[in-house]
């Protein structure tokens, strides 16, 4: 069977920077990946790259920025008073907080800098602005089940409730 429209994936796969630093492997956590092909669960080049894969294939694929996680946007790098902070909160370089907005949505962001009175905070996704080298081996290949089926579309269907 092909990988294409309503099958399930599994793959192995390494993830190394442009840097040649390897990010992510399954091999070491000894567990594939599973996902849901063309249900936007993957990058999209991704998904173009596998398309018509067997089971056994192989496949490397480079992603720049404007395929993976985008530029870096100076937008999404904002000073904050340090005072906007509880007081007591470890306020590491590198580390990743959570910001609550008052409609109860969560977005990440990632402690860029800390001076005595400002805090620098970047919501760009961690990866935004590097080339990303991925492996991949196709491991399974399966269609969908019409159970899957079925709940993925009662799980669109609500998403869409909730959009209107």
Do not use: W
Request: charged letters at 30%.
């Amino acid at each position: 069977m092909k990988v294409g429209k309503d099958t399930v994936v599994t793959v192995d796969y390494e993830l190394h920077l442009d840097d040649g630093r390897l990010l992510e492997s399954t091999l070491e956590t000894r567990r594939p990946f599973i996902f849901y092909f063309g249900r936007s669960s993957v990058l999209p080049a991704i998904e173009e790259a596998l398309e018509g894969k067997e089971e056994g294939d192989e496949v490397e694929v480079v992603l720049p920025p404007e395929k993976a996680y985008g530029p870096v946007l100076e937008e999404a790098i904002y000073d904050v008073p340090r005072s906007q902070f509880p007081p007591g909160t470890e306020l590491e370089v590198g580390s990743t907080m959570m910001m609550e907005t008052p409609q109860g949505e969560q977005y990440p962001f990632r402690i860029a800098d800390v001076t005595e009175d400002q805090v620098k905070v970047d919501f760009n996704h961690p990866l935004a602005g590097r080339t990303l080298y991925f492996k991949l081996r196709v491991k399974g290949v399966r269609e969908l089940t019409p159970d899957e089926l079925l709940s993925m579309a009662s799980s669109e269907g609500s998403e869409r409730e909730g959009l209107a």
